[in-house]
């Protein structure tokens, strides 16, 4: 094992502990896998997160082999489908966040009620049909509910996120729980306005370049004199 492989396997590690502590999962329903040249690594079956070590991380081919002393998670065959299909994605997250896994049971779609739903490269998180879990054909369900989008809901299952690191995906997978929360919240609250195709569009242009806001800012050459104005004068009091 190169140095670079034990850093992902420790990195993987961290990361479902960090699903579990921010209530994106429940024990260890939750599963991720990362790609490698010529396959991937993809978290074990029935081990507890507090008890796994970068070892009982399981190394697998896209001849459905693995390699070592451990058995890979029973989602393996989503994990190896998704990574196939999809070479835009490195890493595919499975959980069953709350909120996401409440749409999933109801066979609910995620509309493009709040702007963020762009973060998934579309204006729909998708639900796909129900298949048991650990088969073949449940990947057959979730191969076209994730089409052109990193992020779909299992029926009556839970979540997949797909992203092209670790933590870009960890941190999708919070925006489409914060988004299934906020659309179930929304539906409580009565009817939401949707945004439109056109609005989204603008949405999605916008991430394209978000965090780089071409020609938006001018570069300073020194930083602004700030005034400061005394309480006595209508100011804020200075600490
Ligand atoms: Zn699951």
């Known amino acids: 094992m190169t140095p670079d492989e034990l850093a992902i396997r420790k990195e993987m590690i961290a990361t479902c502990h960090k699903m579990n502590a921010a209530g994106l999962n429940v024990g260890t329903a939750g599963n991720l896998s990362v790609r490698l040249p010529g396959g991937y690594l993809v978290t074990p079956t029935g081990v507890a997160y507090e008890r796994m070590t970068p070892e009982q991380i399981v190394a697998m081919d896209f001849d459905d082999r693995y390699y070592g002393d451990f058995y890979p998670t029973s989602e393996w065959r989503f994990h190896s489908a998704i990574l196939k299909a999809r070479p835009d994605a490195n890493v595919v997250l499975h959980s069953h966040a709350l909120h996401c896994t409440m749409l999933a049971s109801c066979r609910m779609d995620i509309p493009a009620l709040h702007y963020g739903i762009a973060a998934v490269d579309g204006d729909i998180i998708k639900c796909s049909g129900y298949a048991p879990f650990g088969t073949p054909e449940l990947s057959v369900e979730a191969l076209p509910a994730l089409e052109h989008r990193k992020a779909c809901l299992l029926g009556n299952h839970g979540v997949i996120v797909l992203g092209p690191t670790i933590p870009k995906t960890f941190q999708l997978l919070q925006e489409v729980e914060f988004l299934a929360h906020h659309y179930i ?40 004199e700030y005034q400061i104005i005394p309480p006595e004068r209508g100011g804020d009091r200075l600490p």
């Open 185 to 224: 919240g929304t539906l409580m609250l009565g009817k939401g306005v949707m945004l439109s195709h056109d609005q989204m569009q603008v949405v999605l242009e916008r991430y394209k370049t978000y965090g780089k806001q071409p020609g938006e800012f001018q570069r300073a050459e020194a930083p602004p």
